[in-house]
């Protein structure tokens, strides 16, 4: 079931999103700063491609102090512009019967999207 749910994600808009947020971390990466927020851009984009089947996982090694240093800085610069899109987006696909397990993906994603330094989607 995970299968066909990737599929139409990937369909009706997920892979350009993904495409989208992995073309951006590679812009990220263009600099020496940028390479850590951009590696988890790139991650953000691999996980929107197929979100189906996956569950959010924390790093054992997380809870660091460069971590926190890294989230705080990415939520307030990325993240929460990132989470309200995934929000809005949830919110817009929830009205719908047949939207409701794409609208929950994106509220999947959204922890992801704010604090994305320690965490995978596996």
């Known amino acids: 079931m995970s299968l066909l749910g990737n599929i139409i994600w990937l369909v009706f808009g997920g892979f350009l999103a993904g495409l989208g947020y992995i073309l951006g971390g590679l812009l990220m990466c263009l600099t020496v700063i940028g390479i850590p927020f951009g590696i988890q851009q790139i991650k953000l984009g691999v996980a929107m491609m197929a979100p189906f089947g996956k569950q959010l996982e924390s790093d054992p090694d997380s809870g660091g102090c460069l971590h926190v240093i890294f989230n705080v800085l990415w939520l307030v610069l990325f993240g929460w512009e990132i989470a309200m899109v995934h929000l809005t987006s949830a919110a817009m696909l929830a009205i719908s ?9 994106h509220v999947k994603l959204i922890p992801l999207a704010l604090f994305p330094f320690g965490m995978h989607l596996r």
């Not at 019967?97 to 993906?105: K, T």
């Open 97 to 105: 019967i047949i939207g409701i397990p794409f609208a929950l993906q």
